[in-house]
């Protein structure tokens, strides 16, 4: 992707250009990245046809597919080398820029496919910055041919905004760790090889010089996964730890230093791209539907209302691309996005509840209707969007925390505590 | 104005709420919304004996007001039932159209809860307009022969009796050519489909084959209903807006209980001003629906003209109660996500209220036809130089 200079977000619009001879800012992906997404978009088209995923729903799951589907799926994305496409070769990794890994994540959240929250998207980083070369060489090929899901294990019911209040403990033993206490709120744990966790190895300083990562087996004896149903119908997990024992080897990076490399992989991809393929696909759908539907024996489309919203929302999905798009430039570079990976996570969340809200609004008393209920406009996709898009704005660093993220970092406010 | 609530205002909420919060715990309606039913009908038979939803409708005591208040407490506990579709417009609509002995053998039974009947308006393209009501009553042998497909229609597999909006004659959009039929449920001809919503409210699509029905079918006078329906439906919208508030009001409290207890960064998070505005501005929201819904009933009850006032209350209530769910789950984090929280009860209901007798944009254009009527539609009331008072 060719971007031009990023404009400081404390500099006043409508100044004289700074560079008259720049090219006009180009907003396509490279040439190549373009290739790579027309081909994955092949590969979902044919994954994600009816008679392949015929049979395969399952709505306790967060991706809609049962554990079996997912898991074929993510082996054949692994195979064609789509998993680790930008992660390094000598582990099986495609070694390209971390455009090809958010065009695929674009791609899979448009197509809808459980091919989001994979093993490499949730701890391709941390395992990449702080793994053991054994770790890598354990892990890393596993996670990039799809062979193995995982889940991370960070937030716990006194720690969500705030992780300093975490309580889990690792207690060092002689051969290894003993771990006490309880994640919540954890994606896809009850399908999940291994966590990725946090918690206190010394409980006599503050969590953030006394705690550690770990790469922890799910099926070790202690373990006890509890699936919640949320009020989207698919299931979250809290993970009980109760004496489990550990290695030595379980332990991720430096013994005490979790915090520090919790917080650097969190600058790993951070273009949240796909949140913006699901928003593209949203509105593409409505658009199609008002294209060839009718109300007051008129098309949807033609009515004015529909057609403004509409091309509001296409102009809002644009700007959630550009935003996207200048967070995976600044990292392709090798720099660290500040309030610009903020402004991206804000953005795509929030536009995607403006879209299922004005997609509602559209559909009228309809949208309200399930998924899959009889006669439901796009399958009542709308009513599932309406409620699956609430928790977009609260995890992943909730966008109150965003926004000061922003006032910060991007307008150098001052710290409030 | 006058905000306060008389004595007997007073001990009417305390009644309703007390016998509500018995019989509500969150397990309980979850029960009742999954069961065969999709509501507790002995619950609701006992609400509806002791009289509570006979307020608002000629010849019973008490006016809408006393409606909304019971309203805004079924609201605020989140109780499932045919409040409103079944008991509240049916009774509105039998109420202002239905003769002497219709009233006797029909209205009391649904009111008092031994009768279950439905409302079936809605169509294939939801809209609450003569133009978008195909379904048809051809007049035979002295009575009427029914074909067409009513949607949306609440607690459809349940009721006894469906009171269906029904075109008897062509011409233009149909203002004038809507008739009001009773059809007993269990008539052959008639299919029930169910159409599960996000809060499932028993809704489903009822088809009627050539369904036949006798000529004391007919409710109010024939091609004709269609100007009472849209006055007694937008009653009905107030005592809606009612039951949205309570409903809002419930969602906001749970989000401030939590930001009062919750704390993160060594405060309650209520301390944090991101947190304590978007609580404040759902206030802000919700005062602005109360005062709306109180203005329209009392309007209604002291027999002024309610259109506007009416219609201002949905639009308002149509974007509040969404828009202070969504505030609330921002504010309880990830554990409102859980289904064992209370907070998915009344995001649920948000949905499909928001939608139910006309959303905002609906109401707002009916607004704009008091001060601007549109050429070739019928101005019903002229709104004056100033409505400011
Ligand atoms: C669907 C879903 C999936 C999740 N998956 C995972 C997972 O796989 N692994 C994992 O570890 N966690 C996961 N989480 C947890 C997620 O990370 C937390 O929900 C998130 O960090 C917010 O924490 P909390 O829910 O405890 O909210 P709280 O921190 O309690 O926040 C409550 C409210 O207070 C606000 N607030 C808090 N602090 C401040 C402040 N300083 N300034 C202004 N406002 C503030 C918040 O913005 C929010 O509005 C998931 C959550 C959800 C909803």
């Given at each position: 992707?060719?971007?031009?200079?990023?404009?400081?977000a404390?500099?006043?619009?409508?100044?004289?250009?700074?560079?008259?001879?720049s090219?006009?800012?180009d907003?396509?992906?490279?040439?190549?990245v373009e290739?790579?997404?027309?081909?994955?978009r092949?590969?979902?088209?044919?994954?994600?046809s009816e008679e392949?995923?015929?049979?395969?729903f399952?709505?306790?799951?967060?991706t809609?597919?049962?554990e079996?589907f997912?898991?074929?799926h993510?082996?054949?994305?692994?195979?064609?080398g789509?998993?680790?496409?930008?992660?390094?070769?000598e582990?099986?990794?495609g070694?390209?820029?971390?455009?090809?890994?958010?065009?695929?994540?674009?791609?899979a959240?448009y197509?809808?496919?459980?091919?989001?929250?994979?093993?490499?998207?949730l701890?391709?980083?941390?395992?990449?910055g702080?793994?053991?070369?054994?770790?890598?060489?354990?892990?890393?090929p596993?996670?990039i041919?799809?062979e193995?899901l995982?889940s991370i294990?960070?937030?716990?019911?006194t720690?969500?905004s705030?992780?300093?209040?975490?309580?889990?403990?690792?207690?060092?033993?002689?051969?290894?760790?003993?771990l006490?206490g309880?994640?919540t709120?954890v994606?896809?744990a009850?399908?999940?090889?291994?966590?990725?966790l946090?918690?206190r190895?010394?409980?006599?300083v503050?969590?953030?010089q006394?705690?550690?990562?770990?790469?922890?087996?799910?099926?070790?004896?202690?373990?006890?996964?509890?699936?919640?149903?949320?009020?989207?119908?698919w299931?979250?997990c809290?993970?009980?730890f109760?004496?489990?024992h550990?290695?030595?080897?379980?332990l991720?990076?430096?013994?005490?230093?979790g915090?520090?490399?919790?917080?650097?992989?969190?600058?790993?991809?951070?273009?949240?791209l796909?949140?913006?393929g699901?928003?593209?696909?949203?509105v593409d759908?409505?658009?199609?539907?008002?294209?060839?539907?009718?109300?007051?024996?008129?098309?949807l489309c033609e009515?004015p209302f529909?057609?403004?919203?509409?091309?509001?929302?296409r102009?809002?999905?644009?700007?959630?691309?550009?935003?996207?798009?200048?967070?995976?430039?600044?990292?392709d570079?090798?720099r660290?996005?500040?309030?610009?990976?903020?402004?991206?996570?804000?953005?795509?969340?929030?536009?995607?509840?403006r879209?299922?809200?004005?997609?509602?609004?559209i559909?009228?008393?309809?949208?309200?209707?399930?998924r899959?209920?009889?006669?439901a406009?796009?399958?009542?996709r709308?009513?599932w969007a309406?409620?699956?898009?609430?928790?977009?704005t609260i995890?992943?660093g909730?966008?109150?925390?965003q926004?000061?993220?922003?006032?910060?970092?991007g307008?150098g406010?001052?710290?409030n505590? | 104005?006058d905000?306060?609530l008389n004595?007997e205002?007073?001990?009417l909420?305390?009644e309703?709420?007390?016998?509500?919060?018995?019989?509500t715990?969150?397990?309980?309606?979850l029960i009742a919304?999954?069961?065969?039913?999709?509501?507790?009908?002995?619950?609701?038979?006992?609400f509806?004996?002791?009289?509570?939803?006979?307020f608002g409708?000629?010849?019973?005591?008490?006016?809408?007001?006393?409606?909304?208040?019971v309203?805004?407490?079924v609201?605020?506990s989140?109780?499932p039932?045919p409040?409103?579709?079944?008991?509240v417009?049916?009774?509105?609509?039998?109420g202002?159209l239905?003769?002497?002995?219709q009233?006797?053998?029909?209205?009391?039974?649904l009111?008092?809860g031994?009768?279950?009947?439905s409302?079936?308006?809605?169509?294939?393209?939801g809209?609450?307009?003569?133009s978008?009501?195909?379904?048809r009553a051809?007049?035979?042998?002295?009575?009427?022969e029914?074909?067409?497909?009513?949607?949306?229609?609440?607690?459809?597999?349940?009721?006894?009796?469906?009171?269906?909006?029904a075109?008897?004659?062509?011409g233009g959009?149909?203002e004038?050519c809507?008739?009001l039929?009773?059809?007993?449920?269990?008539?052959?001809?008639?299919?029930?489909?169910?159409?599960?919503g996000?809060?499932?409210?028993?809704?489903?699509?009822?088809?009627?084959?050539r369904?036949r029905v006798?000529?004391e079918?007919?409710?109010?006078?024939?091609?004709?209903v269609?100007?009472v329906?849209?006055?007694?439906?937008l009653?009905?919208?107030v005592?809606?807006?009612?039951?949205?508030?309570g409903?809002a009001q419930?969602?906001l409290?749970?989000?401030v209980?939590?930001?009062?207890?919750?704390?993160?960064f060594?405060r309650?998070?209520g301390?944090?001003?991101?947190?304590a505005?978007?609580a404040?501005?759902c206030?802000?929201?919700v005062?602005?629906?109360?005062?709306?819904?109180?203005?329209?009933a009392?309007?209604?009850?002291?027999?002024l003209?309610?259109?506007?006032?009416a219609?201002?209350a949905?639009?308002?209530c149509?974007?509040?109660?969404?828009?202070?769910t969504a505030?609330a789950?921002?504010i309880?984090?990830?554990?409102?996500?859980?289904?064992?929280s209370?907070?998915?009860l009344?995001?649920?209901?948000a949905?499909?209220?928001?939608?139910?007798?006309g959303?905002?944009?609906?109401?707002?254009?009916?607004i704009a036809?008091?001060w601007?009527?549109?050429?070739?539609?019928i101005?019903?009331?002229?709104t004056?130089?100033s409505t400011?008072?």
């Open positions: 992707m060719a971007l031009g200079p990023v404009e400081p404390n500099q006043p619009m409508g100044h004289e250009p700074r560079n008259q001879e090219r006009p800012v907003f396509s992906f490279d040439a190549e290739a790579f997404r027309e081909e994955v092949g590969f979902f088209r044919e994954e994600l392949r995923t015929r049979g395969h399952d709505p306790r799951d967060l809609g597919f049962d079996a997912e898991r074929a993510q082996r054949r994305a692994g195979e064609r789509y998993l680790g496409i930008s992660a390094p070769s582990f099986g990794g070694g390209r820029p971390l455009s090809f890994q958010a065009a695929f994540g674009f791609e959240a197509h809808e496919a459980p091919c989001v929250d994979t093993a490499m998207t701890v391709g980083a941390v395992m990449q702080f793994g053991s070369a054994e770790q890598k060489v354990e892990y890393l596993q996670m041919r799809g193995i995982m294990g960070y937030s716990e019911a720690a969500g705030d992780l300093s209040g975490i309580a889990m403990r690792a207690r060092l033993l002689d051969d290894g760790f003993e006490e309880t994640k709120l994606t896809g009850h399908k999940a090889e291994v966590m990725c946090i918690a190895t010394d409980p006599d503050p969590t953030r006394g705690s550690s990562l770990f790469l922890v087996d799910l099926s070790l004896p202690g373990v006890e996964i509890e699936r919640r149903a949320t009020l989207n119908g299931t979250l809290d993970v009980h109760r004496g489990v550990v290695e030595r080897k379980a991720l990076g430096e013994l005490h230093g915090w520090q490399q919790m917080a650097a992989a969190l600058t790993s991809e951070r273009s949240q796909f949140h913006v699901w928003a593209a696909r949203d759908d409505l658009i199609q539907h008002c294209r060839s539907h009718e109300r007051g024996g008129r098309l009515d529909v057609r403004r919203e509409l091309s509001r929302l102009v809002e999905v644009h700007v959630a691309l550009r935003f996207a798009k200048r967070v995976i430039w600044l990292q570079q090798g660290i996005p500040g309030h610009e990976a903020a402004t991206a996570k804000l953005y795509a969340t929030e536009l995607l509840q879209v299922a809200a004005t997609g509602s609004s559909l009228g008393p309809h949208a309200a209707l399930a899959g209920a009889h006669l406009p796009l399958g009542g709308m009513g309406r409620l699956e898009r609430i928790h977009g995890s992943v909730s966008n109150e925390l926004r000061s993220a922003i006032a910060q970092m307008l406010m001052p710290r505590a | 104005m905000l306060s004595p205002q007073q001990a909420r305390a309703v709420r007390e016998f509500l919060t018995q019989n715990e969150l397990a309980e309606l919304e999954r069961s065969e039913t999709h509501y507790d009908e002995e619950l609701f038979r006992a509806a004996r002791r009289g509570w939803l006979q409708l000629p010849g019973f005591a008490g006016g809408v007001l006393e409606l909304c208040l309203l805004e407490e609201g605020r989140a109780c039932g409040f409103q579709n079944g008991a417009q049916c009774g509105l609509l039998l202002a239905a003769n002497q002995e009233r006797g053998d029909w209205l009391a039974p009111l008092d031994r009768r279950r009947a409302l079936c308006v809605l169509e294939a393209d809209q609450l307009a003569p978008s009501i195909l379904l051809e007049p035979v042998d002295g009575g009427f029914l074909s067409g497909l009513k949607q949306l229609v609440p607690y459809a597999g349940t009721a006894d009796e469906f009171y269906v909006v075109r008897t004659r062509d959009p149909g004038d809507m008739s039929l009773r059809v007993e449920a269990r008539l052959e001809g008639i299919h029930i489909r169910p159409q599960r996000v809060f499932d409210d028993g809704a489903g699509a009822v088809e009627f084959c369904v006798g000529g079918a007919l409710v109010g006078e024939l091609h004709r269609w100007p329906l849209e006055d007694q439906l009653v009905a919208a005592a809606l807006c009612a039951e949205m508030n409903g419930a969602a409290d749970l989000a209980a939590h930001a009062r207890q919750r704390e993160q060594g309650p998070v301390a944090f001003q991101a947190v505005h978007r404040a501005d206030l802000v929201e005062d602005a629906c109360r005062l709306a819904v109180a203005e329209a009392s309007r209604i009850d002291a027999g003209d309610f259109a506007e006032a219609s201002a949905k639009a308002l149509a974007v509040a109660y969404p828009s202070v505030a789950h921002q309880h984090g990830g554990v409102g996500y859980y289904e064992d209370r907070l998915h009344y995001t649920r209901r949905e499909a209220m928001a939608q139910a007798l959303d905002a944009s609906h109401h707002l254009e009916r036809c008091l601007a009527p549109l050429p070739g539609r101005a019903r009331r002229d004056g130089d400011w008072t």
